[in-house]
């Protein structure tokens, strides 16, 4: 294969896939799969709780671990990979980071808003000032059109970004809208594209090769497909699709699906599918972390959850403004709500 058309595939299970099994991956469920990954040859493997390192809360949800453990468990694990976090400002603080440098990560991923790259000066250049490799994350890249968020991108490129992802956060993405995003920010910044893909649409693997095509050298995937509301591209899809395709991923694709079959599969609770929230979710574009909490608030008001989710989008609500799910919910149920102590849905009008 030309050395021309090669990317690099980025493993998100450890992280992002923390969402599918409510963050409760052990340490040793982490080295595990952080071990196969590595045999597999991925060459970044991301990991800590699901929203990122310091958000295991009440709020987001409480992890199995500390993210410093699953660092020092991944990193023990792997002999070639780097090991990486995210840090989302605002719930990340430099001092997580600096414990998770401890712990052995050398890879920072930090996640902002789409409009709000400005956020993301201080940890960027905190994080190349100790030497670690820095991608940056415009989060909800749906919502701005491409020489906007190529803007928003040159901003990162500035700071000190070595990688700078569109992230379809919401899964809200069709293949020419991907590729539309990266080739702007291709001709813009000086860093490498990356691309994140949610599949709510079910088009998160032809996103991700679309996005290749447009100039993107970093792509993301997790087993399985594991992750937020319907999940990410599958590692183990894009490493036979990228291949079929006549691109050098430089990993082996039968590791990955052995680590797949036989190490995470029994650890899921249920598989991952593209049902009714997650479909709309996508179609309506919101943030992939509201699918549990818009399901919990559909249960509580009775209120079908597509009803939410599409003022939830008709409102343009992003991550962060997970207490709108609430306000809609209850606004939405008016005077008619489901009692919880009751089987039948209770109608005061």
Not at 81 to 93: E, H, R, S, W
């Amino acid at each position: 294969m030309s050395s021309e058309k090669s990317i690099t595939l980025v493993d998100t299970t450890l992280r992002d896939g923390m969402s599918s099994v409510s963050h409760q991956f052990t340490a040793q469920n982490v080295a595990d799969i952080a071990r196969g990954l590595d045999r597999a040859g991925v060459t970044t493997i991301e990991v800590a709780h699901g929203i990122g390192i310091g958000a295991s809360s009440i709020q987001y949800g409480p992890a199995a671990e500390t993210d410093p453990d699953y660092v020092r468990a991944a990193v023990e694990a792997v002999e070639n990979a780097d090991i990486a976090v995210l840090y989302v400002p605002g719930i990340a603080t430099v001092g997580n980071l600096r414990d998770a440098i401890s712990a052995g990560i050398s890879t920072v991923r930090v996640a902002v808003h789409c409009t709000e790259a400005d956020c993301a000066q201080q940890p960027v250049e905190w994080a190349k000032a100790q030497g670690l490799r820095v991608m940056c994350f415009l989060m909800m890249s749906h919502k701005l059109e491409p020489a906007d968020l190529a803007a928003q991108a040159a901003l990162l490129d500035s700071y000190g970004a070595d990688v700078v992802y569109v992230v379809d956060s919401a899964g809200a993405m069709v293949p020419r809208q991907a590729g539309e995003r990266v080739t702007a920010l291709r001709d813009r910044i000086s860093a490498d594209v990356g691309f994140h893909a949610h599949n709510n649409l079910g088009v998160g693997i032809a996103n991700a090769l679309t996005a290749a095509e447009c100039g993107a050298t970093f792509i993301d995937g997790s087993l399985r497909g594991l992750g937020a509301s319907a999940g990410n591209a599958q590692t183990e899809v894009l490493a036979a699709a990228f291949e079929r395709a006549g691109w050098e991923t430089n990993v082996d694709l039968f590791p990955l699906i052995d680590t797949a079959e036989q190490v995470l599969a029994p650890l899921m609770k249920e598989p991952q599918i593209i049902d009714e929230t997650a479909l709309v979710l996508g179609y309506a574009g919101v943030y992939s972390t509201f699918f549990h909490p818009t399901k919990r608030a559909a249960k509580k008001f009775g209120v079908p959850t597509r009803d939410i989710l599409m003022e939830l989008g008709r409102r343009g609500v992003i991550g962060g403004q997970e207490d709108m799910i609430i306000d809609v919910a209850s606004q939405l149920a008016g005077r008619s709500y489901t009692d919880p102590t009751r089987a039948a849905t209770v109608h005061a009008h």
